[in-house]
């Protein structure tokens, strides 16, 4: 069997192995609603047949974060087993992108380059992380990290070394014209 492309939502179930029950293929996912979200139970995309548990519940340690916007579930920051088939993925609106190297998200938001750029800290100010650009305009991390990625490659911000953190790009300077106005 190979990797999935996709997650599909199988419902929702009060205790953990109710939710293991109703998801019986790789790529398949549940939630645990028990008084509150709890956490999101995942066959394994990568077709290893193991069951991934991921804690939604940051009173219970750390937690990752859930987003639901257009119909699509996002899961922040990515998921990585440490062990047996060691899957590596990123969930964005339902859709999997594998942390290997081979795949790239396909998102192009000008809407959002616009709101994003608006926020940037100006040149010569810290650079803010992507995280706290997303908390900032109720954004999802990974579209505003993939936005500010997109930002810098049309040379409109800078990022940090380690690609985390973003500001407004130096302003190019302005030609000057060799034309002088004697009116003036």
Known sequence: MGRAK???MRGRAERHSDAVDIIPNAGDAALVWRGGLRSIAIRCPDGCGEVISVNLDP???PAWRLFERD???TLYPSVWRESGCRAHFILWRDDLIW???FESP???????KRRVSSILPPEGAPHKHFEELAAQIDGIPWEVLWTCNSLVADGKASASDKGSRFGLAPATPTTRSSIVDRRA
């Not at 396909?106 to 959002?112: A, G, H, I, S, V």
């Open 6 to 8: 996709t997650i599909t």
């Open 59 to 61: 009173r219970t340690g």
């Open 71 to 73: 119909g699509g579930m």
């Open 99 to 101: 942390c290997d190297g």
């Open 106 to 112: 396909r998102w192009k938001d000008d809407e959002l």
